[in-house]
């Protein structure tokens, strides 16, 4: 059974910039799309961005031109590069594969 564990987040102000890893463990991503998703306190969860298994990345409009997913198979590993974030940013993000979620890493940011 996979198991995913993201790391990288943090307290940053606003127009920094923070990459998020998510590491697979039990599994690798290789053949497999990936999604990472955010939930804000109070809100439902979000889709963010989807890298199908061929690598195509897809965003919310929200996070265009400023979040980059890329993933490395061969490390098992999947990034989020997030640039120019702003308060609304703030969440728990989380990825997930296969029906499995991480248990996600807070992202805070202070205008």
């Known amino acids: 059974q996979v198991q995913l564990l993201e790391s990288g987040g943090g307290l940053v102000q606003a127009g920094a910039s923070l990459r998020l890893s998510c590491s697979a463990s039990?599994?690798?991503?290789?053949?497999?799309?990936v999604t990472w998703h955010r939930r804000a306190s109070g809100k439902e969860r979000e889709l963010v961005a989807v890298?199908?298994?061929?690598?195509?990345?897809y965003y919310t409009n929200s996070v265009k031109g400023r979040f980059t997913f890329s993933r490395d198979d061969a490390q098992g590993t999947v990034y989020l590069e997030m640039t120019s974030l702003n308060p609304e940013d703030t969440a728990m993000y989380c990825c997930n594969m296969d029906q499995s979620w991480g248990t996600g890493t807070q992202v805070a940011v202070s205008s």
């Open positions: 890298s199908t298994k061929s690598g195509q990345t």
């Open positions: 039990g599994r690798t991503f290789s053949g497999y799309p």
